[in-house]
Every structure is written in structure tokens, then in C-alpha cells.
């Protein structure tokens, strides 16, 4: 079995682990190989061919394969290594990853830190257990997305999409672009699960309604899909009776929700929040167990790629240090969730960085508020930290920063508690 050794070994070559291996070689790690399990690096980004990509970090509106190819271009320059179309097999506790691919049969790759990048993957049909028979024509949306721009087929003509998901949305464009007819977007919430960006500019500007608090009750057809019959929902999802409706189609697109890919996580015994499905890391991109790293989609579902690769920066940066020991190691403060808040990264926070840098708390709110809203950080009852913003919308990330100033009040806290509330002025 060939051996390889690195310094940092980064697993996935999206836009969280370009960043992730680039920063890792530009603070000081000698040999960064970068595993990839397809042929080629970029991840999903080489299948969004629509714009949107970039406006945070280049200031410009870019097609996903363009954006991804910037870092692509500057992971070569800076000299990374890359290791294409091996698909990781297990990763030990001491940092021994086992891989396998055509060239060199199977290899064991000894690094001194791990970024593990995998990214996310598309709940199933199985997962939001619909009923009814299982005939050709259901499809995540991510699937009929590398069909149409990447193979160059169409999944069907007349389309209903379920969830109102990013994917879902775009896809709902870009098939109407293609000739096809998107019947109906359903989504079961009161609410948008994607940015409203996406709405207006997929949805209304195309004349393709959306039903709120409406999902599938059954899949009609044994061969094909024939027609999709739909139902609305209470509060409590509960069907309400007489409320069915057949649509005639041929394909029903699923854009019900993204899960971070951490089997290789599990494998290791890196501990994962229940409530993202990723990793527990704190403002390092550390995970609990030591030397392992977390960037990207991988510890939660960002809205916009610009913010993964941001968190592959620092993930990258980190682990470079760790690898040539001089990752610091302060008191850590563990943040907190409070009101309207369903989750936020990072878990902990390493008080001494904010002597060096800002740190940004990133977080999804659990429930919609259309009115001006404040973000606070409080250190118990006192709040530290504030930041007023118009609205805040479960599709669309929160974030709000601590600076040098907040280490004074931090110093006797126990833990960091962030809430989302109604401004009263």
C-alpha cells in the first residue's frame, strides 16, 4: 500500500475546501493534499450555471463554474496537490485517512491535521416519506439540476417541484427556460425555506405559483409519474380534509432540505449537533476531537457560497497552525441558542481571538419576523452585543460580530447566548 504524507489533508474540493487547502498553504503548511472523489474539482459548483455566486467576496455577479475556477486556478498556483477521482474509504482517530482510486490502487495518507470538506447532500424521497406507488419521474431537484446543465437531459415537460429550497427554485427557471411547464411549487411551511431573491427572480418573474402549508399526498402512476394530488396543511401539518387537488404531470422535483455529508465525521467519533447535523466546532473550525477541521456545508447549510468560503479560510488557516503546533489554546466560551434562534456557529468561542480579529456568530432563526428586528449577544443577563436589522427569515443566515471591546464583559461569563427579537423602538 503507497503511503503519502501531508501536513493537511483536506476531503472535498467544493468551495469550502478550495478555500480550506489555499489559507492552509499561505500560513505555513508545507504539503497540502487535497482528496477529491470526482474527476475533476469544484464540486456542486460545476453544475450551477446560473449567477449569484461571489457578490460578498469579488464584488461581482458569477456563474457557479466561474467562481469556483478563480480558486481553482489559486489552489494550483500556490501549490497544492490534489488527488483526483479517489473516493475515501475510513479515517482513523490518528489522522490515517485510507483512500482508493484507479491509478494507485488503495493508499494510506498520514496528516498532521484533517479539514474535512464533504458539503451537504439532498434529503430523498424516502426521508420525507411520501406515499403513494414508486414509478419513474421523482427526482431531487439537485439531480435534474446536473441532468439539464451538465448531461444535457430533461427529466420530464411538465413539472411540480415540492419544497420551496434554493435548488428547487432555480430549478423551477431553469426548466421553464428549457420548454418544460412548472405546474406548481408546494411548500408544507408557512414560509420560504430559500432566499427571497430566489422567489422573486425564479417564481414571480416567471408566473409560477407557489402554495404555502401545501404538500403531496399521494404520486399517481405506476410506470410514470401521471399526477401528483396535493393537500393543505394546518399549523401542525396536519392534513385538512377536502382541501385535495389532482395536478396532471410527468415529474415531481423534490427541494425539501440539504444535510451535511458526515459519514466519514461519524466514523471518526466527532461529536455532531443533533440540531445541524455537522460537526460541534468552535470559531477555529475545530472540531471536539483535535486536529480534525470542519469548513463548509459539512457543519451547517450556508445560504450563499461566498460565506462557505469564507469558513474555509479560517478552517484552513487553523489547521496549519495546529499542524505546526502553534494553534492557540484559550478559555472557550460555549454559545448558546436563545430565543428565535435554532441554531448558531460557532459552539464555543476561544476568548483570545478577539484580540486579533472579529468573530463572527452565524445563525438561522427558527420562525420568520417581517418587521425590524435586533440580534443580541448576552454574557447572562446583559446584553454585549446588538445589531438592528429590517426582518429576519429562517432562508436567510443572521449574523452579527464581537470585537476586542466585548472581552472585558466576557471575562467572568460562563457561556454566550445570542436571541433574535421584535424591536420596540
Not at 498532521?112 to 426521508?127: F, S, Y
Not at 414509478?135 to 415540492?162: C, S
Not at 464555543?348 to 432563526?365: F, K, P, T
Request: charged share 25%; net charge neutral; glycine share 8%.
Amino acid at each position: 500500500m503507497k503511503i503519502k504524507k501531508c501536513d493537511v489533508a483536506v476531503i472535498g474540493s467544493g468551495p469550502g475546501g478550495l478555500a480550506a487547502a489555499i489559507a492552509a498553504k499561505q500560513h505555513g503548511a508545507k504539503n497540502v493534499l487535497l482528496i477529491e472523489r470526482d474527476r475533476e474539482p469544484g464540486g456542486i459548483l460545476l453544475q450551477c450555471i446560473h449567477n449569484g455566486f461571489g457578490v460578498e467576496i469579488f464584488k461581482k455577479d458569477l456563474p457557479g463554474p466561474a467562481y469556483a475556477q478563480h480558486f481553482i486556478h489559486e489552489a494550483q498556483s500556490v501549490g497544492v496537490e490534489f488527488l483526483l477521482d479517489t473516493m475515501v474509504l475510513e479515517i482513523t482517530r490518528e489522522k490515517r485517512i485510507f483512500a482508493s482510486n484507479k491509478s494507485e490502487g488503495m493508499l494510506e495518507i498520514q496528516a498532521k491535521a484533517v479539514i474535512l470538506a464533504m458539503g451537504c447532500r439532498e434529503r430523498t424521497r424516502a426521508q420525507v416519506r411520501l406515499p403513494g406507488a414508486r414509478p419513474a419521474g421523482v427526482y431531487t431537484a439537485g439531480t435534474a439540476q446536473r441532468w439539464v446543465n451538465v448531461e444535457g437531459f430533461m427529466p420530464g415537460k411538465k413539472i411540480v417541484i415540492l419544497g420551496s429550497g434554493d435548488i428547487g427554485m432555480i430549478m423551477a427557471r431553469r426548466l421553464t427556460f428549457e420548454g418544460a411547464k412548472v405546474e406548481r411549487v408546494l411548500e408544507i411551511m408557512p414560509y420560504l425555506s430559500g432566499l427571497m431573491r430566489n422567489y422573486v427572480q425564479c417564481l414571480q418573474d416567471f408566473g409560477i405559483p407557489l402554495q404555502m402549508q401545501h404538500t403531496v399526498k399521494r404520486i399517481l402512476g405506476n410506470e410514470r409519474v401521471e399526477a401528483i394530488e396535493t393537500v393543505a396543511v394546518d399549523d401542525h401539518w396536519q392534513e385538512v380534509r377536502g382541501s385535495e387537488e389532482i395536478i396532471p404531470c410527468d415529474t415531481l422535483l423534490l427541494s425539501v432540505g440539504l444535510i451535511p455529508e458526515n459519514e466519514l465525521s461519524r466514523q471518526v467519533g466527532i461529536h455532531l449537533d443533533p440540531l445541524t447535523a455537522g460537526p460541534f466546532v468552535d470559531n477555529y473550525f475545530q472540531t471536539e476531537s483535535e486536529g480534525f477541521f470542519a469548513a463548509g456545508n459539512v457543519v451547517h447549510v450556508y445560504d450563499l457560497v461566498d460565506w462557505v468560503t469564507g469558513a474555509g479560510l479560517r478552517a484552513g488557516e487553523s489547521a496549519a497552525l495546529y499542524a505546526r503546533d502553534c494553534l492557540p489554546m484559550n478559555k472557550k466560551i460555549a454559545v448558546q441558542r436563545g430565543e428565535n434562534v435554532h441554531h448558531v456557529i460557532p459552539h464555543y468561542l476561544d476568548m483570545g481571538s478577539l484580540n486579533q480579529r472579529e468573530e463572527q456568530l452565524q445563525m438561522r432563526v427558527t420562525k420568520p419576523l417581517e418587521q425590524p428586528v435586533k440580534v443580541q449577544v448576552m454574557n447572562g443577563t446583559e446584553v454585549i452585543a446588538s445589531k438592528a436589522l429590517p426582518y429576519a427569515r429562517p432562508g436567510e443566515m443572521v449574523t452579527i460580530s464581537l470585537k476586542d471591546k466585548h472581552i472585558e464583559p466576557l471575562k467572568n461569563a460562563e457561556q454566550l447566548v445570542v436571541q433574535v427579537v421584535k424591536r420596540e423602538d
